[in-house]
């Protein structure tokens, strides 16, 4: 039975040939602790982890390598980004669409300076939906600008400039959206983004990035050692070192350069057409389908479910078949409760650029059965 | 002695350093220095000291921060 990975805005699976070999070199041949010696192969990590940046900053379109820290994932990139923006009581407006990713670190700095969130309407543009729920103690917008449930992509460019116009910083959740769409920070300059290195982008799990368009400041999550300012017990103030605490995780980041490489290489508005066509065809295959019911679908991402069928028991028959797929909440609690799927979850198919028609047939073949 | 070396404030603008110089036809090796700053463990950037002055006007141009340990 054939294996069809359909769960890539979980991880992707498999990665370019390229992320392999290169992650293989590494490991194999240069992987010291970058920034803590200057032998050979400590200067060789340094190396590849600033090429890194280079890559991450020409994705987004931003000229200072030196602004892209490296995380763990987007929840670790989450954390710091709102822990570090939040330290006393205000108001944060954030969308109703959000992953626990984003919530749950709210939700602590709520609890622990007593912070008030708003939620604005995602299905509105953020220009209308967002003004209304301004508050003199609105100091932030933290939202995602895709849906990890529904597909569903914020119109980025409107959010950029509402929140300009209301003079409020913005922190993103780009899980969903670096790698596969165009995110041009020098058009857009959101104050921090925030996403992983292992979904869209290619790389291996334990990758991830903030991404600084300007000079945000932003307090420390973790501190610790830096190679750097021995004596001086606070993390330094330079970027990217802040936010980077203790060994970084070289073979992940090198991983994650190679998958922008790719993703670079391939091109940005390709993948997004392919995306986009692959989803069509999905979308087009399970509305086709007696008893299917289509929740969203859009950006690599088509949810759905099977009569009243609970979701995971629906993904648990399609593993029987081979397909890959996630049922359940997806970690959005918000998405859920909108859709009315609080209960029963959706299943999810979600896509990259290296799924094929074939695989879309085999899901089509296998929910047929059902 | 035939070279300078600059410091940066971080590995990661040494390393920057260090590929601008390279991309840049100057021969360029970091190298890390406990002694150098008050503060404990710095990097910086061994160069011919015949293009300390290429090497800084490239530094100055990219907006990065540094100053000389020896010169």
Redesign the interface.
């Known amino acids: 039975m054939r294996t069809v990975y359909l769960d890539n805005a979980a991880t992707t699976f498999p990665k370019p040939a390229p992320v392999l070999r290169e992650l293989n070199r590494c490991v194999r041949t240069y992987c010291g602790n ?2 803590r ?2 032998h050979s192969l400590s ?1 060789a990590s ?2 590849k ?2 090429e890194t ?1 280079e890559l991450v900053a020409r994705l987004c379109n931003i000229s200072a ?2 602004h892209i820290c490296f995380t763990q994932n987007a929840t670790h990139a989450l954390n710091i980004a709102i822990k570090g923006a939040i330290n006393h009581k205000c108001h944060v407006i954030t969308s109703d669409i959000e992953h626990n990713a984003l919530i749950r670190p709210l939700s602590a700095v709520c609890r622990r300076y007593g912070v008030t969130v708003s939620r604005f309407d995602s299905d509105i543009p953020p220009e209308k939906a967002i003004p209304p729920l301004v508050r003199p103690d609105t100091e932030l917008i933290v939202t995602t600008v895709a849906s990890n449930v529904t597909g569903k992509v914020i119109d980025t460019e409107g959010l950029y400039r509402v929140g300009r116009e209301l003079g409020l910083p913005i922190i993103i959740d780009a899980s969903q959206y670096l790698g596969h769409k165009e995110l041009n920070l020098e058009r857009t300059p959101f104050d921090v983004v925030c996403a992983p290195g292992h979904k869209a982008l290619f790389g291996i799990a334990g990758s991830g990035v903030v991404i600084f368009s300007g000079l945000f400041a932003l307090d420390t999550l973790i501190e610790g050692g ?7 017990t606070e993390m ?1 103030a ?4 802040r936010h980077e605490a203790g060994t970084v995780a070289t073979p992940a980041i090198v991983s994650l350069g190679e998958g922008v490489r790719y993703i670079l290489e391939y091109g940005i508005s390709e993948v997004e057409q392919r995306l986009s066509y692959l989803t069509e065809l999905a979308k087009e295959r399970l509305n086709a389908l007696s008893g299917v019911q289509l929740l969203g679908a859009g950006n690599g991402i088509i949810s759905f479910n099977v009569r009243d069928l609970p979701s995971d028991r629906v993904a648990g028959t399609l593993g029987e078949y081979g397909i890959c797929v996630r049922g359940g909440l997806h970690c959005a609690p918000d998405t859920h409760k909108k859709l009315g799927t609080e209960k029963i979850g959706a299943v999810r198919a979600s896509l990259s650029i290296l799924n094929t028609e074939r695989d879309i047939d085999a899901l089509f073949s296998a929910l047929k059965k059902i | 002695m035939n070279s300078a070396i600059i410091t940066l ?5 040494a ?2 350093a260090r ?1 601008l110089f390279t991309k840049n036809g100057i021969d360029a090796r ?3 220095l ?1 002694e150098a ?7 910086g950037i061994e160069i011919k000291k015949s293009d300390l002055y290429s090497a800084v006007a490239i530094l100055r141009e990219a907006g990065v921060q540094y100053s000389l340990y020896r010169g």
Do not use: F, Q, W
């Open positions: 970058p920034g010696s200057s200067l340094a190396d982890i600033y940046r390598p030196e830096s190679g750097s300012d021995t004596y001086n330094p330079l970027l990217p070192e | 404030g971080s590995l990661t603008y390393t920057k590929r970091t190298v890390k406990s700053a008050d503060g404990g463990c710095t990097h």
